[in-house]
């Protein structure tokens, strides 16, 4: 059974960041080439960044220069440092692999707000 177990967000002001984990269980994470999604209120979910199995990563224009992914396979999770936040980061964020193949998490809600 596959999970994907997303933690980290919270309540952050404009310039400040924050590290979101992905746990996954119930698949071959350490070949799957990973991503991270956001979906904020009225708004289809979005492709925020994307990580291989040989640490290969790319981004979104709206998070290049200001969000890191990376992952351990030893823990089969997957990260996303997110720095110089801004409120329209604002959303609740996901993970899931690329293309997505599978029942999405519960997300964790970011809000960038002063």
Same mark, same amino acid.
């Given at each position: 059974q596959v999970q994907l177990v997303?933690?980290?967000g919270g309540l952050v002001q404009p310039g400040g960041s924050l590290r979101l984990s992905? @746990?996954? /269980?119930?698949?071959?994470f350490f070949i799957a080439r990973m991503g991270w999604y956001r979906q904020a209120?009225?708004? #289809?979910r979005e492709l925020v960044a994307t990580?291989?199995?040989?640490d290969?990563?790319?981004? @979104?224009? /709206?998070a290049k220069g200001r969000f890191v992914i990376s992952?351990?396979?030893?823990?089969?999770?997957?990260?996303? #440092?997110m720095n110089s936040l801004k409120p329209e980061d604002t959303a609740v964020?996901?993970?899931?692999?690329y293309p997505s193949r599978f029942a999405?998490?519960?997300?964790?809600?970011?809000t960038v707000s002063s």
């Open positions: 997303e933690s980290g992905c @746990a996954a /269980s119930g698949f071959s209120p009225g708004k #289809q990580i291989t199995s040989s290969s990563s790319n981004y @979104a224009d /709206s992952r351990d396979n030893a823990k089969n999770t997957v990260y996303l #440092q964020y996901y993970c899931n692999t999405w998490g519960q997300g964790t809600q970011v």
